[in-house]
């Protein structure tokens, strides 16, 4: 058997194993590197670690470490409760501040999961409490965080971005960026009105109401792959009723707003290397409070850093084989590019609405490679559709995004409330991965 054939077959059993078992996918892929690579590749074990992607392990860790200090000294509850006000009690507006809170946190650099983990509870527990639709107020979190979650500095932004420059393909980060967010807002816009977000329109609250939502989801942090733990936020507001009034804007509070400016800045502006420059950001912010921040490096997403190291090292394996090249081959024998984006974005919904999303990005992304570096279709258009119709699909209660808010709703019967998620994610896994490919991909074949 060729070494090609038993590398695809060595990432079937990868996603297999990590689908049915709770076993990392990254470590599983470490072991296929090590195993595959020297026995049927006849790589040296120096040869398999020249594929470890070093820098985007540093980028991972630099942004969720960044992150978690963020959420500790309140400044993730800062900006939520900033964005609460804006809307001035219209409850219509809610779910929309929810979508783009949601949408500003992955976009600034925390993981999907961590994202919907802490805005979730808050978003539920006011759908509850108002008569808002919990799927239309749930699925508009997730849809936020993945219409964020492709900025320039977040953790798919980068993944996508640092593939495609790999590979030397034509990079467009702000269209990635864009094109999912635009997408999101699209779907999101039409949730808005088919879950009964008409019947909103007028209606005022008190916004007060939702602080107590927001102490009860404070100090919610995850570490990895559908793993959600509590943690102390050190926020000095948590346990106060609704009633209590809002604490003062902290030093530590307005330093780390100016922090995460900074990091934006110089990773876009001046072209810095995003991990050196939030890990940095997040030292400083730390030596500031050192006491408080002691636990921020154990929230570090060690487990998504595993799953993305292990998947692109055994990637370098693969290519190394000349798997990537034999599947680009047999794709292009197909003979037409558009079916075969089509092709390629409904492996990435399928598999992602059981795995995880940032792993089948990237080995979607590199079985496109080889047709897309015959300039018969738009490389851009292709990588956008692939990235949303591999993310969009994380709606599915079998992923992380999706158990989050099924354990977040409150006042529901879960057992009908889990059957809802599962028949929109269904809807969404046979229509969205066809919608992406003809609002990105095909006009680029017009």
Do not use: C
């Not at 006000?85 to 600034?108: D, E, Q, S």
């Not at 509850?128 to 239309?136: M, T």
């Not at 609405?353 to 079985?367: Q, Y």
Request: proline fraction near 4%; charge should be negative.
């Amino acid at each position: 058997m060729s070494a090609e054939i038993i590398t695809i077959l060595a990432l079937v059993v990868i996603f297999a194993i990590a689908t049915i078992l709770p076993i990392n996918m990254g470590a599983l892929a470490f072991v296929a590197a090590f195993v595959v690579g020297t026995l049927s590749v006849g790589l040296t074990t120096d040869d398999i670690i020249a594929g470890f992607p070093a820098g985007l392990v540093l980028t991972l860790i630099g942004v969720t470490y960044l992150f978690a200090i963020a959420q500790n000294n309140g400044t993730v509850d800062l900006l939520v409760r900033g964005a609460v006000k804006l809307v001035g009690g219209h409850v219509a507006a809610i779910p929309w501040i929810m979508f783009f809170v949601t949408a500003v946190l992955t976009a600034i650099g925390a993981l999907s999961p961590a994202a919907v983990a802490i805005i979730a509870p808050i978003a539920l527990t006011f759908a509850a409490r108002h008569d808002i639709s919990p799927l239309l107020m749930g699925m508009m979190v997730i849809h936020g965080a993945q219409g964020g979650g492709f900025s320039p500095i977040s953790v798919y932004g980068v993944t996508v971005n640092t593939i495609v420059e790999g590979e030397g393909l034509p990079s467009s980060p702000l269209a990635v960026f864009l094109g999912a967010l635009f997408f999101n807002i699209a779907i999101a816009l039409v949730l808005f009105f088919v879950l009964g977000g008409r019947k909103l329109i007028g209606r005022k609250v008190v916004a007060q109401p939702l602080e107590h939502a927001e102490h009860a989801a404070h100090g919610t942090v995850v570490r990895g792959h559908g793993s959600a733990v509590g943690g102390d936020s050190g926020d000095d507001t948590a346990g106060h009723g609704p009633s209590s009034a809002p604490r003062p804007v902290r030093f530590e509070q307005i330093l780390t707003l100016v922090g995460l400016v900074v990091v934006a800045v110089l990773a876009l502006a001046f072209d810095l290397d995003i991990g050196f420059v939030a890990i940095t950001v997040a030292v400083v912010l730390a030596l500031f409070s050192a006491a408080q921040h002691k636990g921020a490096v154990s929230q570090i997403s060690w487990s998504t850093v595993l799953l993305i190291a292990g998947v692109l090292t055994f990637v370098s394996v693969l290519q190394e084989a000349g798997t990537i090249d034999y599947v680009g081959d047999a794709v292009i024998g197909l003979g037409v590019p558009l079916v075969i984006a089509l092709l390629l974005a409904y492996i990435g919904g399928v598999v992602s609405a059981f795995a995880s999303s940032t792993a089948i990005i990237g080995v979607a992304i590199l079985l496109a490679v080889p047709f897309l570096e015959a300039g018969a279709i738009s490389a851009v258009g292709v990588v956008v559709a692939l990235s949303v119709a591999s993310t969009i699909v994380d709606v599915s209660p079998f992923s992380t995004n999706g158990a989050l808010v099924l354990a977040a709703a409150q006042d529901v019967d879960k057992d009908r409330f889990y059957k809802q998620i599962l028949g929109y994610a269904t809807i969404v896994v046979a229509v969205g991965p066809l919608l992406a490919w003809l609002v990105f991909v095909v006009p680029g074949w017009l």
